[in-house]
């Protein structure tokens, strides 16, 4: 079946660390990565995508790569800044029938100054 | 540019009642999606809707209905609500099943069933 697996917080950096989320999956195919971000009192909202083994997703600092050998998608930025607080899921859309998506349990960073 | 809208933001129901939520998308997508949000366990599936006209269960669909309305809009009912349903439920839109395309979510709605 398909499943993603977080690394568990909380995760509570200084401005200007560096930040690593630990995600690796387990998907039947050739999944799709997402990593998802929430910050409070709003939904979801993409943050970067992959779609292929060896892609490398980025977005506002962050990046992930597609890792298919070690089935990971870890999330990295070089240099947080107090804005990054947010939950962060790391999520997989099978290619199976409907292609629904899978998310991880979600981990909450908190940067501070 | 609203994107996908949900009402009510917030609700407190007594065991046993009944709750429509709505959810309605202007980006023209095709499909829709009702997931549960509660601590520790991300998000799950609750009933999708792949086209106008088709539903389908997901991971979690007992004690839900859903109605897809529209091409625009996907319901979500509680027929008669539970203290295990008390979550946060997001409605999200996506332009068609393809799998690389992300799914848009709303802003959600917190539930709280006494």
């Known amino acids: 079946g398909n499943s993603v697996t977080q690394m568990e917080g909380p995760v509570t950096l200084s401005e200007e660390a560096f930040l690593t989320i630990n995600c690796t999956y387990t998907?039947?195919?050739?999944?799709?990565l997402f990593w998802y971000v929430q910050y409070p009192g709003e939904g979801l909202q993409l943050l970067l995508k992959?779609?292929?083994?060896?892609d490398k997703g980025s977005n506002k600092g962050f990046e992930a790569t597609y890792r298919k050998e070690t089935t990971s998608f870890h999330l990295e930025k070089g240099s947080v800044q107090v804005s990054d607080s947010a939950v962060y899921f790391c999520?997989?859309?099978?290619?199976?029938?409907?292609?629904?998506?899978?998310f991880g349990t979600g981990t909450r960073l908190t940067v501070i100054p | 540019n609203a994107g996908v809208t949900q009402t009510p933001k917030f609700q407190v129901l007594k065991t046993g009642q009944s709750m429509t939520l709505q959810c309605a998308q202007d980006?023209?997508?095709?499909?829709m999606y009702w997931y549960r949000q509660d601590p520790g366990m991300g998000l799950r599936l609750i009933y999708y809707?792949?086209?106008?006209?088709?539903?389908d269960k997901g991971e979690v669909p007992n004690g839900y209905n859903v109605s897809r309305l529209n091409k625009r809009e996907f319901s979500l009912r509680l027929e008669s609500a539970a203290p295990s349903q008390t979550s946060v439920y997001f409605c999200?839109?996506?332009?068609?099943?393809?799998?690389?395309?992300?799914?848009?979510f709303g802003d959600g709605t917190r539930l709280s069933i006494l």
């Open positions: 999200a839109s996506r332009m068609d099943r393809a799998s690389n395309q992300p799914q848009h």
């Open positions: 998907a039947t195919g050739y999944p799709s």
């Open positions: 992959a779609t292929k083994a060896d």
């Open positions: 999520a997989l859309s099978d290619q199976t029938g409907a292609n629904n998506l899978f």
């Open positions: 980006m023209n997508h095709n499909s």
């Open positions: 809707s792949a086209s106008e006209g088709t539903t």
